[in-house]
């Protein structure tokens, strides 16, 4: 999959995984196989032929149990349908691609323990 170049044989590979039996998915993902689709968004542009193949990545990636967003997150596939989710034009892409991203580092806090949480917490 990784030296596949001609979008026609990628397109026969998005659909193979996507029909693939569930064990031989999990295995996709534990050996990194969101880096090697990720690699291949990077590489979809906008005319006919290539939206194919992003209708065919898309539906692969609907198809496998990601256990976590944090898997999607650390290999940028989210980033990648985020901007083709929201972008118009290539050159719109483009730009959304190249700028950083603000969400790669946020941490979510928990909310703070209200007084009634803190004393009942404590009495135990």
Not at 10 to 26: E, I, N, T
Not at 100 to 114: C, K, M
């Amino acid at each position: 999959m990784v030296r596949v170049t001609d979008p026609n044989t990628r397109l026969v590979l998005a659909d193979l995984l996507r029909s693939a039996d569930p064990p031989c998915k999990r295995l996709f993902l534990d050996y990194r196989g969101l880096r090697l689709l990720r690699g291949w968004m990077d590489t979809i542009g906008w005319s006919s032929q290539d939206l194919d193949l992003k209708v065919a990545v898309e539906e692969a990636l609907d198809s496998l149990a990601v256990p976590h967003k944090t898997m999607l997150k650390e290999s940028r596939v989210l980033q990648v349908v985020t901007v083709w989710a929201e972008a118009d034009t290539e050159e719109e892409a483009k730009k959304m691609m190249s700028r950083p991203s603000s969400t790669s580092n946020s941490r979510v806090s928990s909310p703070p323990l209200g007084p009634n949480k803190e004393s009942t917490s404590k009495s135990r």
